[in-house]
């Protein structure tokens, strides 16, 4: 976590107060060495949710040794010009792209559960490696579905008022001023639960007594959890009451995704189009979520082969996965299967969170020195538009 005075400069009201900060924020900076295995092509900003601008989170990834690093926004590419001048000037290789999800129906894995934890039918995708000149093309094609997004929204802030008298919360006033929606940034369940972990604070206090209110609305704590909820002193205590409530509380409120969710189809054709690598991301059963916000589940573990026939029917030729997140055996599996249909590979630790780090110690092993070389190689399409495979 970086410095926190540090990280308000960063993340400043504009674009421009950020960068112009960071400018003075590196010129009384030393940096670490780089280490060669720490790479991260998966940090959110604040363009969807997380702590970080993209220029904090260009600086946090630094301070933390990495030697290249990648944004992945949901639904929005808005941040990534920033993304890439912040870079610039930490002198900082980087590479750019966005998360989305998609529709299922008319693929072999109609109606069935991938690596959604709300949805069976709708999969998360992610859109690597984007040439730069194409970022006005995939803002306009997402805009649409960000609006949809807001309808949907705007019905489960219902739901939760339903769900829970007298939390007054209006999605106008209390959810969209978290979201960077008017610079096209992308407005998700996580704002939602973050409006509402800061109504429960408001209304309830910090500590047992949040403990005691989440007990009452059915939610089950584990200990890590109750100790993150007795450390009221924890500056972003809203947080890692967002990662409880999300795993918890999402699916009591939960509105299907449809009209906001793309064909698979239509984005294979958008990378296409772009020259951008479509990733199927890579889940798996879950037993103890790393984040705190998914809970033991099971997903596309036990047809998994049937999903890569899918991704090879649908023109999908990359896939994406987060080694920290698997066993052994699930990364063994998924990897001998990468390789039986020819797909290229892309790793990058799920940052949105400040109790993350950006560093995936498990890259030094290696086992995974391919995904190191796939992440020169995305940086490099982006620069001369060279061949990922």
């Known amino acids: 976590m970086i410095d926190i005075e540090i990280l308000k400069q960063l993340n400043a009201p504009t674009r421009e107060e950020r960068l112009a900060n960071l400018k003075t924020v590196l010129a009384g900076t030393k940096f670490p060495p780089t280490v060669p295995q720490y790479i991260n092509n998966h940090i959110h900003t604040t363009y969807s949710f997380s702590p970080y601008s993209p220029t904090a989170a260009v600086y946090a990834a630094r301070m933390e040794g990495l030697c290249t690093a990648g944004i992945v926004d949901h639904d929005s590419i808005a941040g990534a010009e920033e993304f890439l001048a912040a870079a610039e000037l930490a002198g900082m290789p980087a590479t750019v792209g966005m998360e989305c999800r998609v529709s299922l129906k008319g693929t072999r894995l109609e109606g069935r559960r991938t690596n959604n934890p709300d949805q069976a039918g709708i999969s998360y995708m992610t859109i690597q490696s984007v040439p730069h000149d194409k970022f006005p093309v995939l803002d306009r094609f997402f805009a649409l579905y960000r609006e949809a997004r807001h309808v949907r929204n705007r019905n489960m802030t219902a739901n939760i008022n339903a769900l829970l008298p007298g939390i007054g919360l209006d999605y106008d006033r209390d959810v969209l ?197 796939a992440t020169w190689k995305l940086i490099e399409h982006e620069k001369t538009g060279a061949a990922l495979r």
């Open 177 to 373: 001023p978290l979201s960077l929606a008017r610079e096209g940034g992308g407005t998700t369940e996580r704002h939602l639960m973050y409006a509402l972990a800061q109504k429960l604070v408001e209304q309830t206090g910090k500590g047992s007594a949040m403990a005691q209110r989440l007990s009452g609305l059915g939610i089950t704590l584990s200990d890590k959890q109750r100790a993150q909820l007795e450390d009221t002193e924890y500056p972003f205590y809203e947080y890692d009451l967002l990662g409880i409530l999300k795993g918890a509380f999402v699916g009591r409120v939960y509105v299907d995704a449809d009209e906001e969710c793309p064909p698979l189809s239509r984005v294979v054709e958008l990378c296409r189009e772009t020259d951008a690598c479509l990733c199927y991301p890579y889940l798996g059963d879950v037993v103890d979520s790393v984040t705190g916000d998914k809970k033991a589940q099971k997903f596309e573990d036990s047809y998994l082969e049937d999903v890569f026939l899918c991704m090879k029917e649908e023109g999908v030729w990359a896939v994406t996965y987060m080694p920290t997140r698997n066993t052994s055996a699930q990364l063994e599996r998924l990897r001998k299967l990468c390789e039986k249909y020819g797909m290229f590979q892309v790793s990058g630790e799920d940052i949105n969170s400040p109790r993350q780090s950006f560093i995936t110690q498990i890259m030094e092993d290696p086992r995974f020195q391919n995904l190191i070389d």
